[in-house]
């Protein structure tokens, strides 16, 4: 083999070992991606740089910033008043052409009095624009007095006592007329001023502030719609007998807070308007017929059809049960104590007791019975105990002479519990107002 040929196999050996070993480099280089290079030609000067910052900053009265320009980087040095105003001049220092970079070295001011300097100036800018919209604002303020005056005066007149069913929904109505009106001139002002977009502001803050109150006053805003609802379909009168949740007394008044009763007893009874609007109201005033109930046992041994039309006949000739609806007997049950018979009549509750007119006719009917020979069972149990030796009798009590048949059967016709309550529920009345009224329709 030849020089040449050795010599040329040799190249390309080192050929193959300098691609081995710089090969992974070569291609690294190759793949990472070059960075954006800095213009160097046609770049503007530093001089310009820095006195197009100074202009800048001397516009803004920020004359106390030092600026300085090299190689297009700007340095900022100095305090300023107001630290916002650090951020601010970095940004427009940034944004010039020919800066390559900002060096920030400024820092807010520890003196009191240039600190305060930024408030007074925006204080001074906000009092000048106040004078220079003074008139306009004393225009407003006169419209949304006119406006709330107007307001006031359409509240007062008699209108809403004609449109309204009684005094306290007139006053609801006036009221309703006082806000509105309010509003409206809040709303006029505001337009008058430019500042309308602060009425949606106002007015969500205010519903806020209503929702939180609404559920703090929850009952007494439940109480307040039930006195409405209440003195819109009123479900009693004044001097009505009625049973609310278990209370029975005549009504005195209704309050936009609470029903007043007055208790058989005589007592003051007060009931919230929300309990009297979703409770049970019995009204026994609202027919005058009230029927009374009541059972007797007889021996069933007896002629229980006799006894029976005994009872009734013997009802039926009572002066205060009523002849329509008619009065009833029958054989309700079949005990082990003997058979019971339900007694029922009607009577008017405005001229007779309803309590006295029914114990006087269990005590008649049961006088009738007896007078027939018949015997009314006794329910009352004895109890025999065994192994405890003779158990002594009870002593036996003196008879008393029973008073003559005529006097057991005296009747005497009791009035109505309500004629002595009337007076005082009048007494009660008197100059006070409520919110019942009998032209209001009643349900």
Request: charged share 20%.
């Amino acid at each position: 083999m030849g020089a040449p040929h050795v010599f040329a196999m040799a190249r390309r050996l080192l050929l193959i070992c300098l691609l081995t070993a710089w090969g992974p480099q070569l291609s690294a280089q190759e793949d990472a991606p070059a960075s954006s290079p800095v213009a160097v030609e046609d770049a503007p000067a530093d001089a310009p740089i820095a006195a197009r910052l100074r202009a800048i900053l001397s516009a803004l009265d920020l004359d106390d910033i030092a600026v300085s320009v090299e190689a297009g980087v700007v340095t900022l040095s100095g305090s300023v008043a107001d630290p916002a105003a650090i951020e601010q001049v970095a940004g427009i220092a940034d944004r010039l052409d020919g800066v390559v970079a900002v060096r920030n070295e400024l820092a807010a001011t520890d003196e009191l009095a240039q600190q305060l300097d930024p408030v007074l100036v925006r204080f001074r800018a906000r009092f000048d624009q106040v004078l220079a919209r003074l008139p306009l604002l004393a225009l407003a303020t006169a419209v949304f007095a006119a406006v709330v005056v107007l307001g006031f005066l359409l509240a007062r007149a008699p209108l809403w006592n004609r449109l309204a069913p009684n005094a306290f929904i007139a006053g609801i109505y006036a009221q309703a007329v006082r806000v509105a009106c309010v509003i409206a001139g809040v709303v006029i002002a505001l337009d008058l001023l430019g500042a309308t977009a602060l009425l949606g502001t106002i007015l969500g803050a205010a519903g806020i502030v209503g929702l939180a109150i609404g559920f703090a006053v929850r009952d007494t805003v439940e109480n307040f719609v039930a006195s409405i609802m209440l003195s819109l379909r009123q479900p009693f009168r004044p001097n009505d007998l009625v049973e609310i949740e278990g209370d029975v007394g005549q009504v005195i008044r209704l309050t936009s807070r609470a029903t007043i009763l007055l208790s058989l007893d005589g007592n003051h009874v007060r009931i919230p308007n929300s309990v009297v609007f979703k409770g049970r109201i019995v009204n026994y005033t609202r027919n005058p017929a009230r029927r009374f109930v009541f059972d007797i046992g007889i021996d069933p041994e007896a002629d229980l059809e006799a006894t029976r039309l005994l009872a009734e006949n013997t009802l039926k000739a009572l002066p205060f049960v009523l002849s329509d609806p008619e009065a009833l007997v029958w054989i309700e049950n079949i005990t082990e104590a003997g058979a019971v018979l339900r007694i029922t009549g009607w009577i008017n509750q405005d001229e007779t007791g309803f309590p006295t007119a029914r114990g006087d006719a269990i005590r008649l009917v049961k006088s009738a019975i007896e007078a027939a020979g018949v015997a009314i069972p006794d329910t009352t149990y004895r109890i025999r105990l065994e192994g405890t030796g003779s158990v002594p009798s009870a002593a036996p009590r003196s008879a008393k002479p029973s008073p003559p048949r005529a006097q057991q059967n005296a009747l005497i016709v009791h009035p109505s519990e309500k004629k002595a309550l009337t007076p005082i529920v009048a007494a009660e009345r008197r100059d006070k107002s409520d919110l019942l009224s009998g032209d209001a329709p009643q349900e």
